[in-house]
Every structure is written in C-alpha cells, then in structure tokens.
C-alpha cells in the first residue's frame, strides 16, 4: 500500500510539471499586441507627423517621405485620423480601415477613407506599408498637389463704400490701403501652396494686412500625379469696409497739403476710436501712424489728467515763473515767458512749463505719471488694421526727468494717431482704441477717465483757444485743444515740432509740423483750416 502511495504522489507531480510546461510555451510562442493597437499607434504618429514613431512599427523599414510629401505638397495644417473595427485575423494577417480628415491652409478640409493593412512579424503586429496605406490610389513615385482657381479680389473701400483701391485715390490713402504685387517664393511659404509665384498678393498696408479675407478662397483640385482625387469648392473674397470718411479725409488733405515742411493730421471719432483721416503730406513715411515724436506741451493734457485725479482743481492758485528748478534740471517756459500767480487753467492755457514741473514733482511721481499716461494709451500695442507704432512713456529714472515728463519732452514719444487717440479721450471721458476697420478684434480695452478729468479738463482745453496759446489761430468756436512745442535733435539751440490736439463735438484730431516751430503759431492754425473745411 506505501509502495502504490508513492507511485500516484509522482504521478500528480509529473501531471503539474507537464502543464507548466506547456503555460511557458504559450506565454513565449504568444503574438505580441494585435492589429487595434499597432494600427492605432501608427495613426497616432501620423497625426503628430512623426514618423520616426511610424517607422518603428513597420514590418519592413523602409522611407516615409510620402507623408512629409504630402504635408508639403497639399499645406496640411493638421490631420486627423478615426480608426474602424479591424478585419477578422487570417494567416496572420489583418487590415484596420482609417478615414484622414486632412486641415489644408487656404483651402479647408479634405476627408478620405483608406486602410493600414498589418501583419504577424517575428510573433508582432507590425504595419505591412505600401503606398496604398497613405492613400488607396497612391503608387509609387506619384505625388501629391494642389491646382487652383482664384475668385476675384474683393474691394476695399471707405465708410461711404466707394472704393479706395484704385490708383487714382490721394497718396496717403494709398500709402494705408498698399498694393497688389508679385508672389515671391517666401509669400508662398507663408501662404501655402494654393499660391503661386508670381500670382497677385497684398503688399503693405491693409491689402497685406488682409490678404486671405480680400483674396477669399480658390476653387481647389486635390491630385495625385495627373489624377483629381477630390475638388474643395472656394468662396469669394469679403470686401473690407474702412472707417475713413471721404469729407472728413479731404478736409485734413487740404489743411497740410500746402505746407512747406513735413506734416501730418489724423481725425477719429471719440465715441468708438474709428479713424476717419490719416494725412501725409510728404511720400514714403506713414508719419502720422508711426512717427515717433516727442508730444511735446500736448502731453500737459495727460499730465493734467493726474492732477485733477490727486486734487488739484481747475481753479487752484499756482505759479508761472520764468525760471523753475526740479531735481537739479533748469525748466523755462516758452520764449521765456512768465505769468507770476495764476489758476491752473490758466497755467495750462499759456502752457507753463514752470508750472507742471514742480507740480508734478510735489503731487505726482514717476510710477503714478505713467498709470495715467497708460490710461490714454501710452505703453499699449496698437491693433489698427495695419502696423502701427505704439505710445511710449518709460518711467522717469530721476525727478529731472519727471520734471521734463510732465511737458512731454525726454524719452517719451507718441505718433500723431496717438495724441488724436487722447483728445478722444478727453471728448469722451473714455480712451478708446483706435481702429481703421470696423470690429476689428482689440487686445487693448475701453478706459475711463477719473471723474475729475472728465468734470474739468474739457473747460481747461476751451481755455487754451479762446485765452490761451491757441488764441489766435482762427480756430471755430467750440474747439478744445492743446497746442505743443517740442525740442528735438542736440546741440546748442534745438529744433521745434508744432503740435496741435484736441476735439470739436466727437471728432478728436491731432496735427503734426516737423520742424515747424511754436505749436500755437503753426500747427493751431492747421486744425483750424482742418476744422473750418468741414
């Protein structure tokens, strides 16, 4: 009986044995993964255009150079891929069906279906490549491309919808709009391929600005080799209404267009920041959107903003010295005038230097001035529809440079546009951003006036025309302003730019004269032609 014991005990070892035996050969003679999961990796990698990732599951190694072919040849911007449910398993074999959703630049999008067929490789699940899996009807050595029929180019126009795109408009208004030109090989790499070299594309200013919007879309073949596998139908381009107001734009041509030096004048509408005139009266420079000009005494409007905002009213008793010292920095009025004690709008209205740059001192600092400049613009990215320079206010490193701050001289500087943009502001009660397109998108948003400003600094401008340095510039009544005589260049007696900004009703306005000299005796009397040609 111990002897038949024995005999079942190693009988039931050997029974375990034989069956972990064969557990281990299931477990190494196992196909690893299956067809799901390789063909989703390698359509994950397509997606994300790597295809190193794609090679590494290839049954054979091999190039795939026709997907960076495709990227290229058809501007796909993206691709997505949606896998089915794989074919039932023969012979190792398998195929999972895809449908490519393909992003093509310029054009739209382009759906197809195809197939990853796979295959059992050295007990893996690997893609079994051919042409055919990037597309059904690909062979080898055919390549993809676009062909392309253009709409016609939409116009773009003024407020009044005439169109202002023709050669036979004013100089300045052409300088905005730019101009059709000659596709180079870089305008096609920016663009895609649905463009050709040589082809008709915007060049500066707001036919550049909004090439894809006036050009539209092109009625597209996509081809493989000589083969149309599937035409995108285009779209016709959408016309580009600007904010220019042909009335309002003749009358600031023919306020400067007389004018022996360099001059421009810029006009908006202070109840929405929409630019009704951009003046040049010399060629190449856009002066009145991207000159960068010291402001001048026009900034003792920003400064004044401040002021009113910490206290100081319209009425309070300051002085007008000839001479005032701040921070070790000698500061003088104009032609050295003096106006001894005085309210402070009437030290604005004869726009005392003596006056602002203590006061600043003593009311206001560095960091203090700058939020209020920033309140009207200063330090903000300019989005117009074309490029355009913005304000800048750097903050004054010491009390001399604040001093010379506060009446806009040292390092700030400011285009026409943006001095308009600020007697927008004091019309309003409201910075607005400046646009030259209707709608167009703004990173920068509305800011309101403190309560003080908005109250006083409207009746301290009036003061500047009717009793102030603008008095005799012929000016209509209801004018408000600030006249700017601003020093540039270096050496013993500098140079003068004449500034003039301001408001009448909703229409802000801001005049530039390089080199013109006295604000109040040369750009005043330009915003006066300006405001009477109306």
């Avoid at 070790?328 to 104009?334: D, F, K, M």
């Avoid at 301001?502 to 013109?516: N, P, Q, S, Y």
Wanted: with cysteine.
């Amino acid at each position: 009986m111990a002897r038949g014991r024995t005999i079942a005990i190693i009988s039931g070892a050997s029974v375990l044995t034989l069956a972990a035996a064969g557990g281990a050969a299931y477990y190494i003679l196992r196909t690893t993964g299956s067809p799901a999961e390789t063909a989703q990796r390698f359509a994950a990698a397509w997606q994300r255009g790597d295809t190193s990732a794609m090679s590494a599951e290839l049954a054979t190694l091999q190039p795939l150079t026709p997907y960076e072919q495709l990227r290229t040849g058809l501007a796909v911007e993206s691709t997505s891929v949606e896998l089915g449910a794989p074919a039932p398993e023969r012979d190792g074999r398998s195929s999972v069906p895809y449908t490519a959703t393909l992003k093509l630049k310029n054009v739209g999008e382009w759906t197809y279906k195809g197939q990853i067929d796979v295959e059992v490789v050295e007990r893996t699940w690997r893609v079994a490549w051919t042409p055919k899996t990037l597309h059904p009807e690909m062979t080898a050595g055919t390549s993809f491309s676009l062909k392309t029929n253009w709409p016609e180019r939409a116009a773009v126009t003024d407020s009044s919808g005439a169109r202002i795109d023709t050669g036979d408009v004013g100089g300045s208004i052409r300088q905005l709009v730019g101009f059709l030109d000659k596709a180079t090989k870089k305008d096609v790499a920016k663009l895609g391929p649905s463009y050709a070299v040589g082809q008709a594309v915007g060049r500066g200013g707001l036919q550049e600005s909004f090439q894809t919007r006036l050009a539209g879309t092109p009625s597209t073949e996509i081809k493989l080799g000589d083969k149309t596998l599937h035409t995108i139908e285009g779209s016709k381009g959408e016309g580009l209404e600007t904010t220019l107001d042909p009335e309002i734009q003749s009358a600031a041509v023919a306020a400067v267009k007389d004018l022996d030096k360099p001059a421009a004048l810029v006009a908006l509408d202070s109840g929405n920041g929409e630019i009704r005139a951009v003046v040049n009266n010399r060629g190449g420079f856009d002066r009145a959107i991207n000159g960068q000009y010291a402001p001048g005494s026009t900034f003792k409007a920003v400064t004044a903003i401040g002021l009113l905002a910490d206290g100081v009213s319209p009425t309070s008793q300051v002085t007008c010295p000839k001479y005032a010292t701040v921070g070790g920095q000698r500061i003088r009025n104009s032609e050295r005038a003096e106006f001894g004690s005085l309210s402070f709008t009437d030290s604005f209205a004869h726009s005392c230097n003596t006056t602002f740059a203590p006061l600043t001192k003593e009311r206001l600092n560095a960091a203090k001035l700058r939020e209020t400049a920033e309140l009207v613009g200063f330090n903000e990215p300019l989005s117009i529809g074309v490029p355009a320079t913005e304000p800048s206010f750097p903050t004054p490193e010491s009390d001399a440079e604040l001093a010379m701050a506060s009446f806009g001289q040292g390092r700030i500087t400011a285009s026409p546009l943006s001095m308009a943009a600020v007697g927008g502001a004091i019309a309003d009660g409201t910075w607005r951003p400046p646009t030259l397109v209707p709608g167009l998108d703004q990173k920068a948003k509305p800011r309101e006036l403190p309560a003080q400003a908005r109250e006083h600094l409207d009746g301290m401008m009036s003061a500047v025309v009717t009793r102030g340095t603008a008095k005799s510039a012929g000016l209509p009544k209801g004018t408000r302003g600030k006249t700017g005589t601003a020093e540039f260049g270096t050496g013993p007696k500098l140079d003068l730019h004449a500034w003039f900004m301001g408001h009448k009703g909703e229409l802000a306005f801001a005049v530039i004269v390089e080199g013109g000299g006295g604000g109040g005796k040369v750009a005043a009397p330009v915003a006066a032609r300006f405001l009477r040609g109306l």
